[in-house]
């Protein structure tokens, strides 16, 4: 009995995995994401892929953070990958020269409002508050120094 090459039998078994994908039909299509994007960015995604997308600018993922993942599995995704509204806001802007008046925390409620003061010497421009609204905060203002303003 003649000996078939090594080469050959991992080529037919490269060849046959790839065969047995194909007739699987287990890849997911690009799933539907409204305000956000997904990376990597294609039309199908084969059986086991993770796919990584983010939410645009005030909106989150289900998962609290920046990115949320899903995977294709069988043919259908994990889960469906959302993005809503973000009601928190993390701490409020530094501003320099000006300290926050109330406490400091990390993370505000939407509708909170933080008070700012100018340290002696610097004047406020804008107004001394801002409001945390839908996970974003309204314009910081600025402490300019006495010295700088025109006379």
Known sequence: MKEIPLYVIIVLH??????????????????????????????????????????????????????????CENGRWSDSPLCTARRSCDAPPQVNHATIVQQYQNNFSNGSKVVYKCKRSYMMEGNADIVCLLGEWTSAPRCRSFHSLPC
């Open 14 to 71: 490269i060849w046959s995995y790839g065969v047995k994908a194909q007739e699987s039909g287990k890849v997911c299509q690009r799933p539907q994401l409204d305000n956000g994007f997904v990376d990597p960015e294609q039309e199908t995604y084969q059986d086991g892929m993770t796919l990584t997308y983010a939410c645009d600018r005030g909106l989150k993922t289900p998962m609290e953070g920046w990115w949320g993942m899903i995977k």
